[in-house]
């Protein structure tokens, strides 16, 4: 019985993946160079700097397998492999993912250079939940409100290092809905990079309608067996664009952002076996405006960023974390 029905599944698997129409061979490329200038408004300290340097390539080998690689040739002077997976989608609704790719939680977190509307990323995306893993992903899309729920299992472990055995996995699962203007989001997030295992929540909210873009996004860090105090963050921005006739520039937009977080700990323990605060409270505030070209697939944005920093008395502030001026020149393709 057993046998008859797996025997079942691959004849209706061969026959959705069969069904497929002709497909081009030739590899999508996209790549950015992000080349910036930023100095602390305390003390003038600067520094010039190649932010990324990445290069993406997807394609196909049959209508319903594709594959994607990208790279960081240069982020912040090193090289980083950051995606490399394989993808299956045996029915139009449905899809399997294996390899190394973002777990699927936040929505800020899924924002990579070519769709930055900020110089620097948010305490969410950035500290809190920058996950990359290896591991297995299926997603499933309803017509209902282009309903999207997506979940996987995966390595714990670093990216950098495929080769350790492990009883334990870490998870994620994400539902997100379109209703008209807006996108609602909800997901949840469990990893062990140590001994601690922390548990993640995150909701958020998108508005895009003509000239404005904004999105509210919460997410709660908890730790178990009460290792460390749960951390929370909220990032929430505006962003509005209008045509300009600049030279060869068309589109100036400006942006402002409010976000914070309270003390965190990237889950990894001391010698003594405890977590410690890797980042510690603070709030910023964030105003930039961006001028933009785009003509085809080729754009090319200039952006400023002020970005305002509070902390709590008596912190001691982490380099680059402080007030600051970012000046970036953007090339996407």
């Known amino acids: 019985m057993i046998r008859r029905a797996i025997l079942s599944l691959f004849a209706a698997a061969s026959l959705a993946l069969g069904a497929g129409a002709k497909v081009n061979y030739v590899p999508d490329l996209e790549g950015v160079i992000r080349g910036r200038w ?7 300290w600067n520094r010039f700097a190649v932010r990324n340097a990445r290069l993406s390539v997807a394609g196909k080998v049959a209508e319903p397998v594709s594959y994607y690689l990208r790279a960081d040739f240069c982020d912040m002077g090193k090289f980083k492999f950051l995606d490399g997976w394989v993808q299956l989608r045996p029915f139009r609704p449905f899809n399997i993912r294996v390899g190394q790719f973002r777990m699927p939680c936040g929505v800020v977190t899924f924002r990579g250079p070519t769709s930055y509307i900020f110089a620097n990323r948010s305490f969410i995306g950035g500290t809190l939940c920058n996950y990359r893993a290896v591991g297995a992903r299926l997603a499933y899309t309803l017509p209902f409100h282009n ?17 350790p055995w492990t009883r334990g996995k870490a998870y994620a699962a994400k539902a997100t809905a379109t209703i008209g203007d807006f996108k609602v989001s909800g997901s949840i997030l469990s990893n062990i990079p140590d001994g601690v295992r922390m548990n993640f929540y995150d909701v958020a909210l998108v508005y895009d309608c003509g000239r404005w ?15 460390f105090k749960a951390c929370n963050s909220v990032n929430t921005f505006v962003d509005y664009g209008m045509p300009v006739d600049l030279g060869i ?8 952002r409010f976000d914070w977080m309270t003390d965190q700990s990237n889950g990894r323990c001391d010698d003594s076996g405890r977590l410690q605060c890797t980042s510690p409270a603070k709030r910023r505030i964030t105003l930039g405006s961006t001028i933009s070209y785009n003509e ?9 960023n002020y970005e305002k920093y509070f902390y709590n008395d008596g912190i001691a502030i982490p380099e680059g974390k ?12």
């Open 38 to 44: 930023e100095m602390e408004t305390r003390g003038g």
């Open 147 to 163: 309903l999207t729920l997506e979940g996987g299992v995966f390595n714990p472990g670093t990216i950098s290092d495929h080769t």
């Open 213 to 227: 873009h904004a999105e509210a996004e919460y997410m709660h860090q908890a730790y178990t067996g009460s290792a």
């Open 249 to 256: 520039f068309e589109t100036l937009s400006f942006q402002g």
């Open 296 to 304: 085809g697939p080729l754009f090319c944005d200039i952006r400023l």
């Open 322 to 333: 402080n007030d600051k001026i970012v000046a970036e020149l953007i090339i996407r393709f």
